[in-house]
């Protein structure tokens, strides 16, 4: 059973483990990368599709995609990197890479229906 004392330290660790946590999740700072992109990606190996465009849009530095035919999180950097993870049913792709300026580049690796495939992906800022 805990006394007195290691019911404060407990208490006291909980309470600063929360604030951290909000501190952490609460405030996202613009970055400048935030605005609409355009993505191209291209399969170079595996039996995925060829090539995909799409539009997404960097808002605080999180990736945003509203074609509802995907399910995209990603993020990215104030310095560039990029994180993205793309999911469709049980297809699902990991990219990684970076942006600078109006323009960006990287890898990505999944499985589609028919196995494992990977390749690359190019960026272009869209302007207004």
């Known amino acids: 059973m805990f006394n007195v004392q290691q019911l404060r330290t407990s208490a ?18 613009a970055t400048p990368y935030d605005g609409d992109w355009t993505v191209v990606i ?27 035919m995907v399910t995209m999180r990603g993020s990215v950097t104030p310095k560039g ?3 993205v993870m793309v999911r469709a049913g049980d297809q699902w ?14 890898v990505w690796k999944g ?3 028919d196995g494992a495939c990977s390749g690359t992906w190019l960026a272009q800022r869209r302007l207004s």
């Open 12 to 29: 006291a660790i909980f309470a600063c483990a929360i604030a951290c946590i909000a501190v952490g999740n609460a405030a996202r700072a």
């Open 42 to 68: 291209a399969t170079h190996s595996g039996a995925c599709g060829q090539a995909y465009r799409y539009g997404v849009r960097i808002s605080l530095g999180v990736v945003v995609y509203d074609g509802g």
């Open 81 to 83: 990197a990029v994180k």
């Open 93 to 106: 792709a990991n990219g990684s890479g970076r942006l600078s300026g109006t323009r960006g580049n990287g």
């Open 111 to 113: 499985r589609g229906t």
